[in-house]
């Protein structure tokens, strides 16, 4: 393989060098110069860097599920408090298919009030939907800092916060090309803050610090139910087992800071309940379901997310995360070690709770990523200081051999192989799918100017695409051709159609004159020309 090859855009290798060529002056700063202060600040922008750059690569939404969540997104720009998939639903529906409905309750609303706030200030645009991820995956690196540096030191949080800058799937996420996408992203951001908070709240046992536990918690129930109380685990575990466990106090705490997380997230589940009863008790059925019940072919023998643990990590990191685990049992003996036993308890507890599950989906245990990184990074910090101490070298020598290793643990864990291969045309089905994505796109920038209303239905967008037609247009649409009775159903309405034309288009559509038809290059295989309509 040639290591020189790329596939990347010019202006997109200007991103990615600028953000290695960050991280490689915050390693020289934390490494060599052994300036805390300023190598984290170098990481978090090489972090904001590198997030925009993944960001950038793909000018269209993916398809599983990034653009269902814009979709939803965009539609709550007018209604923020109904979200809904088909804003407008031409034909009749069933409000039990996520994929096809009208109102849409498949996901809790956080992440996209935030993705359609960002719509209302930049514009709907593939860049603008993901803002929103870029800057919480961006602040998650600092808070895996801060959370390292007050349980162990300032090393261990460069090193974790490293981790989390260049951390490949969290990368992918913020792209938008793997399934649940934002949506894992704010969850990872809302849990790690409550653990944060938490982290704070342990030094001095404050109940500001408890309400902000309550508050994150809550935020993070509003992204992806009742898995964002994990924190509470933890949290009562520590209290039962230490020394204080008589503190009336403590417990006083737990509670008002459970109360205080509640009060954030309760009031739209009565809303729902109230409001959209079919489907609020549909979703909150379906959601028990994913635990009993093998949903939409998501199956997985009880081993499948630790097995995908080296898919999410690397082998490497897989490795020094489980010398970590060692480590921490055999020789830590600060006073924080509860805490600390305490966090990987909730990385238990989370691995434990989605192997029991019946539906499994990658990405479901990504939310407790920053305490393994964090474990990983105290792991390397101890292995680096037993080498630095048992090898005998001159003091530039083991911190230019220090900066070496922390840089390549660091190139590792971005992976920039895994990243063209999902973002260029490095892989052929890759490739494929960009070609009919960015020809789709094309031509639904072009129906505002050849249809004369958003009363038109549209029918036999290729395949997912009239997801993102929507997105972009104020036309309903599907990617089926309608039946006789549907064409009936839709004229008594008063509704107009058109229809994309292929081979399949059926002679009771051809011989409509009132259907419009657009012959364009979204059903075949020539350059792409502008689309032409006719009756």
């Not at 393989?1 to 991103?15: G, S």
């Not at 239905?457 to 997105?471: D, G, Q, R």
């Amino acid at each position: 393989m040639n290591i020189f090859k790329t596939y990347f855009e010019f202006y997109d290798l200007i991103l990615l060098f600028i953000g290695i060529l960050f991280a490689i002056v915050a390693i020289f700063y934390q490494e060599i110069k052994e300036k805390d202060k300023i190598a984290i600040s170098l990481i978090i922008i090489s972090a904001l860097i590198l997030r925009i750059f993944v960001a950038n690569l793909d000018p269209f939404f993916s398809i599983w599920d990034e653009q269902y969540h814009m979709l939803v997104a965009k539609n709550m720009l007018l209604h923020p408090f109904k979200p809904a998939l088909y804003s407008d639903p031409a034909l009749p529906y069933f409000y039990k298919y996520w994929n096809a409905n009208n109102i849409w309750l498949h996901k809790q609303p956080l992440f996209l009030w935030q993705i359609a706030l960002s719509f209302k200030i930049f514009g709907v645009g593939f860049f603008a939907g993901r803002i929103p991820s870029i800057i919480m995956s961006t602040i998650v690196v600092y808070f895996v800092y801060d959370i390292a540096k007050r349980l162990f030191n300032s090393k261990v949080g460069f090193y974790a916060a490293l981790l989390m800058c260049g951390q490949n799937y969290i990368l992918l996420l913020v792209s938008g090309c793997i399934p649940t996408d934002h949506n894992d992203i704010a969850f990872l951001f809302y849990v790690t803050a409550s653990i944060w908070a938490w982290i704070r709240y342990s030094e001095n046992n404050s109940v500001k610090w408890a309400l902000l536990i309550g508050l994150f918690a809550g935020l993070a129930v509003l992204n992806k139910w009742l898995t964002g109380l994990l924190v509470y685990f933890g949290w009562f575990w520590a209290i039962v087992i230490s020394s204080n466990r008589r503190d009336i106090s403590l417990y006083v705490h737990y509670i008002l800071s459970l109360i205080m997380c509640c009060i954030v997230f309760l009031p739209w589940q009565i809303y729902l309940f109230y409001v959209f009863p079919l489907e609020s008790q549909w979703e909150h059925i379906l959601n028990y379901m994913h635990f009993s019940q093998v949903i939409e072919n998501h199956s997985g023998n009880f081993w499948f997310h630790f097995s995908f643990f080296i898919d999410i990590y690397g082998y490497l990191l897989a490795l020094i995360f489980t010398l970590g685990i060692l480590i921490l049992s055999l020789k830590y003996r600060k006073s924080n070690k509860l805490i600390v036993l305490s966090l990987f308890l909730n990385v238990v507890i989370a691995y434990l709770f989605f192997s029991l599950a019946k539906t499994k989906m990658y990405s479901f245990t990504t939310f407790v990523s920053s305490i393994i990184l964090i474990i990983a990074a105290y792991s390397i910090n101890y292995i680096m200081d037993y080498l630095i101490r048992k090898i005998k070298l001159k003091p530039i020598i083991t911190k230019s051999t220090s900066l070496i290793i922390i840089f390549l643990i660091f190139i590792y864990s971005l992976n920039i192989e895994k990243i063209q291969d999902w973002h260029t045309d490095k892989v052929e089905k890759m490739k494929y799918i960009r070609i009919n994505k960015s020809r789709s796109y094309d031509v639904i920038t072009q129906l505002s100017s050849i249809l004369p209303d958003k009363n038109y239905v549209l029918f036999n967008l290729f395949p997912k695409e009239h997801i993102t037609t929507m997105i972009f247009t104020e036309n309903t649409a599907y990617d089926f051709i309608p039946s006789i009775e549907q064409i009936k159903y839709l004229k008594q309405r008063n509704k107009k159609i058109a229809i994309f034309e292929n081979d399949s288009i059926p002679e009771y559509i051809k011989s409509d004159t009132t259907i419009i038809k657009i012959k364009s290059a979204m059903w075949n295989n020539l350059t792409f020309k502008k689309p032409k309509i006719y009756l």
